[in-house]
Structure formats: C-alpha cells, structure tokens
C-alpha cells in the first residue's frame, strides 16, 4: 500500500478522548476506588434497571441493565424470563459495561483528508459528515446507478442502513456471516430438509439423548443457552460425541472424542450412514413416510465402509461402528449438530448436507431431543413505500452460485476491482460493524478493491483497522446507548424482547437509525422515515401484537403462545420444503445443476512438508475481533496462543510460552510474534488459534500487538460451488523462531 491512493490511518486522539484507564487485572483486582464504591452501592441496593438485550454476539441475550444515581451502568445481568439465556448471561454479556466505558471509542466524526501531503483525519461536524455521504450517494447515484454503491455490514447498524440502501434504490448488500460464516449450512438443510437453520438453532438439547458435535465448538463460542443446556443433557447422563482434531472444551465433557484428520469429515459422515443402513438402524417408518431417495443413498454407501473411513480420517472402524449405534440406539432423541461457522474445505454445503442427511436417517427432525420447530411472532414491518426495484445486486454479482441466498461479500469485494465484473461496477462503500479488513480472507485483494473505489464510509463504534481507510468514519453509540429493533427470534416459545437507552450516548456518539434517517432526508427519502425516534416505531409495532413500550420497558421480555405444534406427531402427514415435499436424500434438483446428487468424498490438498494446517476457533470471553479491546474482557484474554503438539514441539524445539512468528504457504509472514502452548489436545498436522487477535492499529490501545492474527494468513481460498462460501481451513503455516521482520521495518 505504499503507493496506493487510499493510506491507511491512524486515527488519532483527535476522534479518541485523551483520558487514560486503569483497566490491567493487577488494577481491576488491586486497591481500586471504584470497586470500593460499586461494594457500597450494592450493599445499599442503589441502583436503578433497565430492560436492554445484548449486541457483543448474535445470540441476543435479554438483560437488565443497573445504573447508579448518576446515571453510570455499573452492571449488566440477565432476564430471567428470557429463553436465550434463562437470566445468566456469558462473560461477554456481563463485559458489555466496557464497550460503554472503553476510553478508546471512537467520539466524533472523521474526515479524511491531506495536511502538507500527507493523508490524516480532521474532526468534522455531524451536519458535515452527513452531507458529505449523502451527496457522494447522489454523485454515484447519477453516474453509474445506485446499485454501484455497496452495503457490507454486520448486526444491528446493518439492519438500519439496509433499509436507506433498499430505499436509495441499491440491493448491493452482502454480510460476512453468510458466506464467510453459516451459509453452507442453510443450503445443506434447505437442500435436504427444505428448511434454513438459522440462529439460534432449533436444536433441542435439554431433551436430547444423544449430541452430536462436528467441529461446534459450544462452550468456547458461547451460545448462551445451548452451553446450558448441554451442561444439563450432560447432568442427564446423555451420549456426547465430539468429532475435532483439538480437544475443544465439549470435546473434553464428551464420552467419545474422535480426533479426526483435518477436512475428513464426509467421509466419517457417509462411513456412519453406511453402519445405519447396513445394520438397519435407521427410523424405516420415518424414512418411507418422509423420505425421497433413500434407495439411491442405500446403494451409494454401501461399500463406503468404517474400514474404508479409516484409511482416510484415522479414526478406527470399530470406534465408527460404536458411534453410529449409540446415535442409533438414542434416535429419534439425537442432535447431530449443524454448527455455524462451518465455512471450511470448499464442499461445505456438501458436508451439511449429509449431517442432514444422517438426521433424517435418524428421525430427528421434528422430534423431541432433536430439532424441534421454531416459531416467532408475527410482528408487522413499520410502514413504507415499497422499495425501488434495483437494476442488478447481489444476485446477479453472485450469479455463478446458484444456491446463494444472501450478498457474497468477497463477489462484492471483487466487482469492487476494475476487470473483475464490469457489468457489475461497484463505485463506492459503507461498511457497518464489521472490521472488514479481520473478516474476510485475501487481504490483498480487499486493500486493492478499497484502493479502486471511490469512496468508504465506515460505521463503528471502535478504531477498528477498517476505519483507517474510511473517507469518512461516524461513530456509533453502543448498543447500552440506543434503541434498535425488537428482538424477534425464532425460538421453542416466541417472545419480543426490548433494546432501549440505558444511558445517554458518550462524547458524539449516535445511533445508526439516527444517520439513516438523516442521510434519508437529505437524498430525498422522507417517506420511507416517517417518525421523529425510532422509539416511535417500537410503539407502533407493540400495538399491533398487542404490547406497549411501558409493558416491555417493565418485563424486557414478553412471551407469545404458540401457535403450531413444537414437535412432529408420529405418522402425521407432513410437508417438507424441499422440491419433492420431503427429506432428500438424493436431490434432483443438484443433479440438474450438474452437482453430486448425494455428497462424496474428495481429498483436500494436505500441509506440505514442515507445514501444519492451520485451524482456529472462538476464545469463550471474546467476540471476533470486536471485543479485544474492552477493559473487562482484555482482562480475562488478552492475547492469542499458539497450540502446538509436543511431538512437534520436540522436532522444532519449542517451549510453551516461547515467541513464534508464523509463515503460510504463499509466503506471508505474521506481523507479530504469538507464544506457544504445547498440548496433547492438538493433534500432530495441525495447529491452532483463537480468532480475532494481532490488531495493527495503535489507537485500540489494549489489543494492539497482542497475538496474531489467523486471517491474514487465509489466502489460499477454496469456494464453495453451491453457493459461495469462502473455505478459510485450507491454509497452511511454518513455524519460525526468529523474527522474518528483524532486518525491515513492519
């Protein structure tokens, strides 16, 4: 990027605040004034509560928020009436107060711009910020389309501009957890049990006699009630088995832990529908009721044998055939879990299928202790004129992925980059809550599509690497500062859920609905923004289930009754949503499209010599790269480790603790040395790291230089062909023990 048009910034103290915090364990665990303070207000019971539901991760936990007298949030704790956390909340819930509190948010908007030729930010009024954006959407608008403006966003913020870009007239919208997330899982199910997963997922683990865990790793990622409710399916003597080549925190509860070799997983999927089949211990009356194609799965696995398996996963046939019968023995009570980052090898959609596939066989879907049907309630849209009908989006970008439902950020990315998708010229960006730059793989490719564009805008609440190549950055109140839309999920008991303003935004911060309604107004929108506050609207739409903002401001969460039955009855007549109206086994419609009708197994290329696979997960504390930085979480994790088995600590002569600095198999170096853990619970071709950490930019003053990051070591990049997820489990890395930096500046 030296010679690129768009430098990257250091967001200076200019946007930042100037004040210091003592936020170190030794401060927050020492003499601490303000701990003293906190003991005194509890015992006197002085605070005040207020209904808000979580934003640190997608699982959207409903909490009360305390404050003191004047007007500090003090804590955070969960509702418990809410179903997502059953009133306990993770440690990333609790650690919300230090999103609000964290001394380097980002306090005002920037401006880029060039100061005796060197590119900075200056402060800029919110008036300023606004009209700028708004008339480069109209400039872009006039000259190209509004479809060349581009939305890449992530939670909250994202619904709010999705809505002024639909209105703009542009659907050029993508996200990073579709394709670079759960995307292969919604069109594994779709394809098989016509049905999405979505979040949080039906998955009935409290009644479950059997879980099934392929790479989930529940416990580290946190989802909130699912982490109960194994620990209580644990309680009521359930099987667990965890297939993973680490020993994940599930995989050290589990009876049977089954270290597979990296990108093996089909072939152990189609080994143990091999064992069902053969040894008849699939659900007959379920299948020929629902079933479609069960004859052509028959005849594909027949000799795909746990012998077979073996040869490729390293897992021992009779461990597969033990396995397969417990799965069988439990049925229909039995969850062979989908997961949700599941973007590994490039057949992902593959790979979810036969997991769907294996329930069907089962007879789990529908069923008590597997999935049960989710509901939500039936909360009306706020009124508006329909939407302009754009030109081109997302799907015709995406077009060569005939299963892609949703915006492929990395096709937005590339149409970004002149000659890569003329027809389809993207001219500009905002990006939403999302750190782009830590997100999607290919780094490269991101810098030189944000060099061609003609303008980013960037809304965050955080320094986040990302903004330092935004033409302009606003910041985003925190989520404890505004109102945001009702929480509505799709649950076993629906329920509404309340985001309000536990305190006034910090510095200038504002919230995203306040910007859209802004730059609406100003690019001729009005019609599509017809309220003062967006509290306006939740009252609105609580009127209509019949609620109102002080019924939901007093319960937080308000339960619905159920309107359809939460399982399947034995022998009922019922219709999937698939072509056929029910569970495919085999499917025509991939077989038309050229596709494998049934998955198969293919090899994936494997980690050349003195290389190791690299492998990555969720640290239990942390969210992504998002909340590496917040004072409370910095404090339970404050850098990333590298795990390393000790045979091959042994060959290369590693200690735990020691600084290494990694190289992937395209030659990029680490840009900071990570320490080494060596463990058993790694196994010997791969290596491992929590994701999110080895952040660049200065002004994120806790997280800066600690660890490093698995992202910029993703360049090798399989795509999935059904509907284009990027695989981020193909890299390879080589362990150094000296700096590759020492003689050039980083």
Known sequence: MTTSRRKFIKISALGLGGVAASTSALNMFGANTYLD??????????????????????????????????????????????????????????GGVGMYNDEDRLKTPLIRTTVDGKQTFRKASWKEALDLIASKMTAIKSKYGAESFALLKHGSPGSHLEHLFKAYGSDTIAEPAYAQCRGPRETGFELTLGSWIGSPEPTDIRDTKCLVLIGSHIGENMHNSQVQEMSDAIDNNATIITVDPRLSTAASKSQHWLAIKPATDIALLLAWMHVIIEEKLYDKAYIEKYGYGFKELKEHVKDLTPEWAYGITTIKPEKIRETARLMAAAAPSVIVHPGRHVVWYGDDSQRERAIAMLNGLLGSWGKRGGFYFKEKVDLPKF??????????????????????????????????????????????????????????????????????????????????????????????????ERYDGIRNAAKRTPSLALRQPVAKPKYDS??????????????????????????????????????????????????????????????????????????????????????????????????????????????????????????????????????????????????????????????????????VRVTERIRYDSVYMYHGFGHTNKKLSRAFGKGESDTLMMSKIPVDPLMGGTALRGNFVKILTEDPHKNSKV
Request: hydrophobic share 35%; with cysteine; glycine share 8%.
């Open 37 to 94: 303070k906190l003991v005194k207000q509890n015992v006197a019971g002085e605070f005040n509560k207020t209904a808000t539901y979580c934003e640190v991760c997608f699982w959207k936990c409903a909490a009360w928020a305390y404050t003191n007298d004047e007007g500090e949030i003090i804590k955070i704790k969960g509702n418990e009436t809410d179903p997502h956390c059953y009133g306990r909340l993770c440690p990333r819930g609790t």
């Open 383 to 480: 009124p508006h004129p329909a939407y302009p009908k754009p030109k081109w989006g997302w799907e015709e970008i995406g077009a060569k992925y005939p299963y892609a439902e949703m915006g492929i950020t990395s096709e937005l990315i590339k149409s970004s980059i002149p000659g890569e998708d003329d027809e389809h010229p993207i001219k500009a960006w905002i990006i939403a809550g999302t750190n782009l730059i830590n997100t999607v793989p290919k780094r490269e490719m991101i810098l030189k599509a944000m060099d061609a564009v003609e303008f980013i805008a960037v809304v965050d609440t955080m320094p986040m690497e990302i903004t330092g190549y935004a033409d302009v950055v606003l910041p985003e109140c925190t989520y404890l």
């Open 510 to 675: 504002k919230p995203a609905w306040w910007m859209c309604k802004q730059l609406g107004e100003r690019l001729g929108l009005h019609d599509y923004f017809q309220y003062d506050d967006f509290e306006d609207i939740i009252k609105w739409q609580l009127e209509q289930v019949g609620s109102s903002l002080e019924e939901m401001k007093r319960l937080g969460v308000k339960k619905f009754e159920r309107k359809t039955p939460l399982y399947m009855e034995d022998g009922e007549d019922f219709e999937f949503g698939t072509n056929s109206g029910k569970i495919e086994f085999y499917s025509d419609d991939l077989a038309s499209n050229g596709f494998d009708p049934i998955p198969v197994y293919t090899a994936h290329p494997e980690p050349p010599q003195g290389f190791y696979r690299l492998n990555y997960g969720r640290a239990p504390m942390h969210t992504f790269s998002r909340t590496t930085n917040n004072p409370n979480l910095f404090a339970l994790k404050s850098e990333n480790k590298l795990w390393v088995n000790p045979k091959i600590a042994r060959i290369i002569g590693l200690k735990n603790d020691q600084l290494v600095w990694l190289q992937n198999q395209d030659g990029i170096d680490s840009t900071f040395s990570i320490k």
